[in-house]
């Protein structure tokens, strides 16, 4: 089965006219760096960065990519982009920070709602990724240690 793409998806959702995906796509051909189709949607004000989440989510068929924490550890400013009581109450905690975008983990998938909250309360990009529930309270006691793991 093959992805729907991310216009197709917000087109469905009712966010984006097939003029307006057309003409994102022409700004994609257009030269220059190649900007991700939401950022220009985004750019353009055609889309909030909720609904290019929410179809990002529904892209990936509601599954997200699996880490292991102990592997790849958790850089400690990544860390101080989620205040702790939102990393306690979400169960999630940043690991990276790649350019403009936080690289977030969390354990449940389930809740688009809880992904969006997430990243509105940072007010940055992110990208979320699964991991372990007991390497996510694990690190929450690790780098918010005034805060208890729920």
């Not at 995906?21 to 994609?28: C, K, R």
């Not at 750019?43 to 592997?71: K, V």
């Not at 449940?108 to 509105?120: C, I, N, Q």
Request: one cysteine or more; proline letters at 6%.
């Amino acid at each position: 089965m093959s992805r729907m793409l991310m216009g197709q998806l917000l087109e469905q959702m009712g966010k984006l006219s097939g003029h307006d995906i057309d003409e994102i796509l022409h700004e994609q051909l257009s030269g220059g760096p190649r900007k991700p189709f939401g950022e220009i949607a985004l750019t353009w004000g055609l889309c909030e960065p909720s609904h290019i989440w929410q179809a990002w989510f529904n892209q990936l068929g509601g599954e997200l990519d699996r880490i292991n924490l102990q592997e790849i550890g958790v850089d400690a400013q990544a860390v101080s982009m989620l205040r702790p009581d939102l990393a306690v109450r979400f169960g999630a905690v940043p690991v990276r920070v790649v350019e403009d975008v936080v690289v977030i983990a969390v354990s449940d998938p389930a809740s688009a709602a809880v992904l969006r909250s997430l990243h509105d309360a940072m007010h940055t990009r992110a990208h979320f990724v699964l991991a372990d529930p007991e390497q996510i309270r694990t690190m929450i006691a690790r780098y918010y240690p005034m805060t208890p793991a729920a």
